[in-house]
């Protein structure tokens, strides 16, 4: 029998739900400690039938109330483990990058990966002088429609104010008025946590975001008024929050360096909190 296993990713390719129990009856069978990650988009369980079939049950962003989850899977509740949101990824991430790296994956080994990684630490903002705009570039017609309900509710406010800058225009460009923006509106996708958030960090530019104070998630960015700006979920506030942040550089200052700070942390902790996680394998 063998020790431990952690299952990534592996049942977005399996959709029936029958097939998914059958192979993880048999990976029970098989294995001493069985976990899945369950990296899907918002804080819903994917995959509540595991839950009785595994040892842990990771998250990236979990609901906040538990008594959101449906009260069939309380008994299992305490398997599931906060983990980590796609913070903890690879930035800048360009196009060429990305297929190569998908490309790779079907015929080289997972290690070597690890040559397509690029530490957000080291990432350096070319430094173009700051201007007095927020960057609102973001696709509308995508995704299912409560995505494009969503982002075209944001959008139909920013075009109302020339403090925004919107629609899709190419990548080149689009990381250019990134580093030049004073801040980056990122409404939810598919989930609440968009690769934008953190591209926003890193290119020190405050974060605007409809308010995330449901969620629980790792690293956690979104302090509100400390690290990001939190909108309603509506967008009625969103050119208010605008002007507020433009016309007051202490507070771009302070929002800027704080998001920074709690980021850049997390990587020293990734450790610590990876150790808690596997806390439960059986080593020797």
Avoid at 47 to 58: I, N
Avoid at 142 to 149: E, M, Q
Wanted: proline letters at 6%; aromatic letters at 12%; hydrophobic letters at 40%.
């Amino acid at each position: 029998r063998h020790k431990n296993l952690l299952i990534v990713r592996y049942f977005r390719s399996v959709p029936e739900e029958n097939r998914r129990l059958a192979v993880l009856a048999d990976l029970r069978d098989r294995f001493k400690w069985l976990a899945v990650f369950d990296d899907g988009d918002s804080g819903d369980i994917y995959y509540p039938e595991a839950l009785p079939l595994v040892d842990e049950y990771w998250k990236k962003q979990l609901y906040r109330d538990r008594n959101q989850y449906p009260a069939q899977i309380a008994s299992q509740m305490h398997k599931i483990r906060l983990a980590w949101n796609l913070g903890i990824g690879s930035f800048p991430v360009s196009s060429a990058q990305l297929t190569w790296a998908r490309r790779a994956v079907h015929f080289l080994s997972p290690h070597t990966l690890r040559f397509f990684y690029r530490d957000p630490r080291k990432f350096q903002r070319p430094g173009a002088p700051k201007e007095n705009f927020v960057s609102a570039r973001f696709p509308v017609h995508t995704g299912n429609s409560i995505v494009r309900d969503h982002r075209a509710l944001f959008q139909k406010t920013a075009d109302q104010s020339p403090l925004f800058r919107t629609g899709t225009v190419p990548r080149r460009q689009f990381y250019a008025e990134l580093d030049r923006s004073t801040a980056v509106l990122s409404p939810y996708g598919y989930g609440e946590i968009c690769f934008r958030d953190f591209e926003a960090i890193l290119h020190e530019s405050v974060l605007f975001k409809p308010d995330m104070s449901h969620l629980e998630t790792w690293p956690d960015v979104y302090l509100p008024m400390k690290t990001y700006v939190p909108l309603e979920h509506d967008g009625s506030d969103l050119i208010a929050r605008a002007r507020e942040v433009i016309q007051n550089p202490m507070l771009r200052e302070e929002l800027v360096n704080n998001a920074s700070r709690v980021y850049r942390a997390a990587f020293e902790e990734l450790q610590t909190r990876l150790d808690l996680l596997l806390s439960g394998l059986e080593i020797s």
